[in-house]
């Protein structure tokens, strides 16, 4: 593999494999991620999303398969990997007894920042998530969504180039996970890339530009989202038959008429969504 | 390749920063009642190798306390590994595995240094005060880098917090109480006195002892702790990448 190629992607997984004693979690997940694009990962519980995110960042071991970050690979030196990347984990590791800043100062000392650099970059940060006021408070009392914006401060605080978002915007009210989007979009506009995990699937079709199913440990679809709709049609007719409401999709909203036409029960009309897509590939509801 | 080290060094001292007070009231209470318990009360009128006994006791307070206040590292590492996760974002930084346990075991032992000047103040409030020159020093230091590490090997190992409580029951109390740092392990039958020459607390007690006492210190006792100091930051090391599932 030359040089030029590996530049071509910024994360690069194949064939990538992990059990847990006799159960499987990944089985051969295979990806790219171009540099500035939003990857995110969708699944049900269980599917895998954090296992591999913890093996992408060194959290965890890997039984086969073959990862890079911006080229690097994480055997031949493991510590040039890890400077590639900022993470922000599903559960909330920040020190809760103490402050905003000491918190990010101890991350920047760990990237090898300078005093000045932290400080300048902590100012810059905070501000944009909305944190400015609560330079020197306790992380303990924090609420809920200042944690998260706190942990993707953190995150930012070294320039990554790649950011690795598990599950964000998970127990934060609708207008805060809103602007949580528009922070995503602004790292990917200040050229980034960005692999998230999502349950909310709205959260996907807003943000990504490529959206992998992840379901049981494998990757049953790859592409962009509205590629993805594409496949299984444009209209989609909700009808309730035995107590369980059945979706149809059509090409078109005339072919959609048509076809309820001849329905005896109550139906809705709506355009193909990112979650009809995935419940089409994976046969399950996201939680 | 230790880059980094200060960060995880300058965390540990944040926290015990903010609990210092606490720390130290808690560092204080256990030697302060053995001294009344044992130096004061029991110990009056006895005279172990030519001093009085709470003139023995405190060196071996002070040994005792290199080694459990340097254990308890192991606590702390296990707290923010399991409860809080913090040590994900140690594992996800470009850190060494040497430099992460270089930090956590320099953490150790300050968190010793400060428990042992508690014990020399206490000691001082009894109206005791030895020699305590580089000799001293340096054994405290060599025994507090030994249950540092060990203690920072361990937390990589064990699955559960409550894994760590068992080996303070079960190895650190014990030796603790027989590694002379109550009485002149020559006191013991012949067998426990072998059995206990393999512990590195009775050579930090002997020397620590010697030290203050002015006596020369033997150079064998050194030996073993720097020997046995060097074996166990390598053993930390070494777990140190167990600890990702
Ligand atoms: N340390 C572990 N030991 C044993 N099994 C594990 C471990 N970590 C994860 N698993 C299993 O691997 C599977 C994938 O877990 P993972 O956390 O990656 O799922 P996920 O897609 O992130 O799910 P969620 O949406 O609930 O966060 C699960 O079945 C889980 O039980
Ligand atoms: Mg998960």
């Known amino acids: 593999m030359n040089r030029a190629d590996d530049k071509s992607s910024m994360i690069e997984v194949q064939n990538l494999r992990k059990r847990f004693g006799s159960y499987t979690a990944l089985d051969g997940v295979s990806f790219q991620v171009k540099p500035g694009e939003i990857y995110s990962y969708l699944g049900p519980n269980g599917a895998g999303k954090t296992t591999t995110i913890r093996?992408?960042?060194?959290?965890?071991?890997?039984?086969?398969?073959?990862?890079?970050?911006?080229?690097?690979?994480?055997?031949?030196?493991?510590?040039?990997?890890?400077?590639?990347?900022?993470?922000?984990?599903?559960?909330?590791?920040?020190?809760?007894?103490?402050?905003?800043?000491?918190?990010?100062?101890?991350?920047?000392?760990?990237?090898?920042?300078?005093?000045?650099?932290?400080?300048?970059?902590?100012?810059?940060?905070?501000?944009?998530?909305?944190?400015?006021?609560?330079?020197?408070?306790?992380?303990?009392?924090?609420?809920?969504?200042?944690?998260?914006?706190?942990?993707?401060?953190?995150?930012?605080?070294?320039?990554?180039?790649?950011?690795?978002?598990?599950?964000?915007?998970?127990?934060?009210?609708?207008?805060?996970?809103?602007?949580?989007?528009?922070?995503?979009?602004?790292?990917?506009?200040?050229?980034?890339?960005?692999?998230?995990?999502?349950?909310?699937?709205?959260?996907?079709?807003?943000?990504?530009?490529?959206?992998?199913?992840?379901?049981?440990?494998?990757?049953?679809?790859?592409?962009?989202?509205?590629?993805?709709?594409?496949?299984?049609?444009?209209?989609?007719?909700?009808?309730?038959?035995?107590?369980?409401?059945?979706?149809?999709?059509?090409?078109?909203?005339?072919?959609?008429?048509?076809?309820?036409?001849?329905?005896?029960?109550?139906?809705?009309?709506?355009?193909?969504?990112?979650?009809?897509?995935?419940?089409?590939?994976?046969?399950?509801?996201?939680? | 390749m230790i880059r980094g080290w200060s960060a995880v060094y300058f965390r540990e001292m944040l926290i015990l920063r903010r609990r210092l007070f606490r720390l130290i009231s808690a560092w204080s209470v256990s030697p302060l009642l053995y001294l009344i318990a044992f130096g004061y009360a029991m110990g009056k009128g006895i005279s172990i190798q030519g001093h009085t006994y709470i003139e023995f006791l405190i060196p071996g307070l002070a040994a005792m306390s290199s080694m459990t206040q340097s254990f308890a590292i192991g606590s702390e590492i296990n707290i923010a590994r399991f409860y809080w996760h913090i040590f994900e974002e140690f594992q996800a930084a470009p850190i060494s595995n040497t430099a992460y346990v270089l930090g956590e075991v320099l953490a150790g032992m300050t968190r010793a240094l400060l428990a042992g000047c508690v014990i020399l103040v206490l000691g001082a409030l009894f109206d005791v005060v030895l020699s305590y020159g580089p000799s001293f020093w340096l054994a405290f230091l060599l025994n507090s880098l030994i249950f540092s590490s060990l203690a920072v090997g361990l937390a990589m190992l064990i699955k559960s917090h409550a894994d760590q409580a068992m080996v303070t029951s079960f190895v650190i109390t014990p030796m603790a109480f027989l590694g002379g740092t109550f009485f002149p392990i020559e006191h013991l039958p012949h067998w426990a006195q072998i059995i206990l020459c393999w512990l590195p607390l009775t050579h930090a007690a002997n020397a620590i002892r010697a030290s203050s006492f002015n006596e020369a210190p033997q150079f064998s006792n050194y030996l073993i702790l720097v020997s046995l100091g060097i074996l166990a930051f390598v053993f930390a090391v070494m777990t140190v990448n167990r600890a990702r599932d």
């Open chain 1, 55 to 287: 093996i992408l960042t060194g959290l965890a071991r890997r039984d086969s398969g073959k990862v890079r970050l911006n080229g690097c690979s994480i055997d031949d030196n493991p510590l040039e990997y890890k400077t590639n990347f900022g993470l922000v984990p599903q559960h909330t590791n920040l020190d809760v007894d103490l402050s905003v800043e000491e918190n990010l100062v101890i991350h920047g000392r760990l990237y090898g920042m300078s005093g000045r650099e932290i400080s300048a970059r902590i100012d810059e940060l905070l501000k944009e998530m909305e944190l400015g006021n609560k330079r020197k408070i306790t992380v303990k009392k924090l609420s809920g969504g200042q944690k998260r914006r706190l942990l993707i401060a953190r995150a930012l605080l070294h320039h990554p180039k790649i950011l690795f978002l598990d599950e964000p915007s998970v127990g934060l009210d609708p207008a805060i996970r809103r602007s949580l989007w528009g922070v995503i979009k602004k790292i990917k506009g200040d050229g980034a890339t960005v692999f998230l995990t999502t349950h909310y699937i709205e959260e996907a079709e807003f943000l990504a530009d490529r959206v992998a199913f992840l379901d049981a440990g494998r990757i049953v679809a790859d592409a962009r989202p509205a590629d993805l709709m594409a496949e299984i049609g444009t209209w989609a007719i909700d009808i309730l038959q035995l107590n369980r409401i059945q979706s149809f999709y059509f090409r078109t909203r005339q072919e959609a008429n048509q076809w309820a036409a001849s329905q005896e029960s109550e139906f809705t009309l709506r355009r193909v969504s990112l979650e009809d897509a995935f419940l089409a590939k994976t046969g399950k509801k996201v939680e």
